[in-house]
């Protein structure tokens, strides 16, 4: 059984950093598409960082330059450092691995991916 567990939310003030990690249970990293993603109240949840499958890395705009992915395969675990944090960062955070098909991106919304975390909040105050 598969089972991400993702950590590090927490409430910190603008300009602050955060490292969220999702660890993976049962699921052995591989080239698949694998990510982070986020959702702020009555928003719709929205691509962070993403791995996809040909190794490449891509980021939202919203935070390009502040946020980074990495993961450690021997860990089976997921990273998102994020730095100079704002408010609009605001918003519940959930790692998630495996696309259904051909993309990584959220085509589907959240039944793109096979396998999501159970989210950590991270709040950003002015």
């Known amino acids: 059984q598969v089972q991400l567990v993702e950590s590090g939310g927490d409430s910190v003030q603008a300009g602050g950093s955060l490292k969220l990690s999702c660890v993976f249970y049962?699921?052995?990293?591989?080239?698949?598409?694998m990510g982070w993603f986020r959702q702020a109240p009555g928003k719709e949840r929205e691509e962070v960082a993403l791995?996809?499958?040909?190794?490449?890395?891509t980021y939202a705009d919203s935070v390009k330059g502040r946020f980074t992915i990495s993961k450690d395969n021997a860990k089976n675990t997921l990273y998102l450092e994020m730095n100079n944090l704002k408010p609009e960062a605001t918003a519940m955070y959930y790692c998630?691995?495996?696309?259904?098909?051909?993309?990584?991106?959220?085509?589907?919304?959240?039944?793109?991916?096979?396998?999501w975390g159970q989210g950590t909040q991270v709040t950003v105050s002015s």
């Open positions: 049962g699921y052995e990293f591989s080239s698949d598409c």
């Open positions: 791995f996809h499958r040909d190794r490449s890395i």
């Open positions: 998630a691995a495996s696309s259904r098909d051909w993309t990584c991106s959220l085509q589907r919304g959240t039944s793109q991916y096979y396998y």
